[in-house]
């Protein structure tokens, strides 16, 4: 069964406290060249047949993200 | 006048909201997410809580319940709607507020009496209290950091839509210190604090809640 992978993160306007936090017990583990942790969500929808880009866009952009503060990106089966 | 609370699965402060509301002088209606029934009633609060366990974001799987299309089509239309911590997030999610509610900026859950001024106090919620009032109420959220691009924050604070904010101290890291925002025609307000934990001497810091339940009887009357 095709999967659609869809990732959504916090605009980067807006800032992350839980990436933040993660930066800084890397730092603590010695992971100094670390520089910027952001942190998101994953989705991995299974779909039958072919879905069109347009429902996809509007699961993605009506529920899985929040387009006030978050950025989705939509990676599609290939063709 | 018949004000509305939605109870959605995970609600918790429904209860609260209709006693409030019943102290208020105003008959609470029990309504139902899943019902497509607004049951007749002139006004709705959306009650605190962790609506469908907050799983995906706070507020936004019950923004997309079904009586909340009958809420946003009321509201678009003039009627008074009240969010309150949870209520505020499905607000936003249900694009009637502008901004997002995030994870507090300490990560950690926050409870407290917390100080607050009342910055507009011609919205239908607030019409009780005058511009400027400090009052005391509980405030008590995990995703309660109110949020929104650098543009749009200038814009909501050049119409005048910061409806509360925090003084004496910001429990969440929200910006500007915005507690509460208004929609443009005043009449849709959501705020992070519990004014219904605040309504009566035995069980709150103060009664300085009530304003709030007050203010909508009037709004209604004048509608």
């Known amino acids: 069964m095709p999967q659609v992978v869809v990732d959504v993160v916090l605009k980067p306007e807006i800032s992350d406290p839980q990436g933040q936090a993660v930066l800084g017990a890397l730092g603590r583990l010695g992971h100094t060249r670390v520089t910027g942790v952001r942190q998101g969500k994953h989705f991995v929808l299974d779909v039958e047949g072919t879905p069109s880009r347009e429902e996809l866009e509007q699961i993605a952009e009506t529920l899985l993200a929040n387009p006030v503060i978050e950025d989705v990106e939509l990676h599609l089966p290939e063709a | ?223």
């Open chain 2, 1 to 223: 006048m018949r004000i509305g609370i939605i109870t959605f699965p995970g609600s918790l402060d429904d209860v609260d909201a209709a006693r409030a509301v019943r102290l208020a002088g105003a008959e609470p209606v029990v309504l139902w997410h899943a019902d497509h029934d607004l049951k007749g009633v002139d006004a709705v609060v959306l009650p605190g809580g962790f609506s469908y366990g907050d799983y995906l974001r706070a507020g936004a799987i019950a923004a997309r319940a079904p009586l909340m299309q009958d809420v946003v089509d009321r509201a678009r239309q003039g009627m008074p709607v009240l969010g309150i911590c949870n209520g505020f997030q499905v607000l936003c999610e249900a694009g009637l507020l502008p901004g997002a509610l995030t994870r507090n900026s300490h990560l950690h859950f926050r409870n407290r009496d917390q100080r607050l001024r009342i910055e507009r106090a011609d919205t239908a919620w607030t019409s009780a209290y005058g511009t400027g009032q400090e009052i005391v109420v509980p405030v008590k959220n995990g995703e309660g950091r109110y949020v929104a691009a650098p543009a749009e924050l200038e814009r909501l604070e050049g119409e005048g839509r910061v409806a509360v904010r925090y003084v004496g101290g910001n429990p969440n890291g929200s910006l500007r210190d915005i507690a509460g925002v208004t929609s443009e025609d005043g009449r849709v307000v959501g705020l992070m604090p519990h004014p219904e934990h605040a309504v009566e001497d035995l069980t709150g810091p103060s009664t300085d809640g009530l304003g709030f339940f007050t203010s909508v009887l009037k709004a209604v009357v004048s509608a």
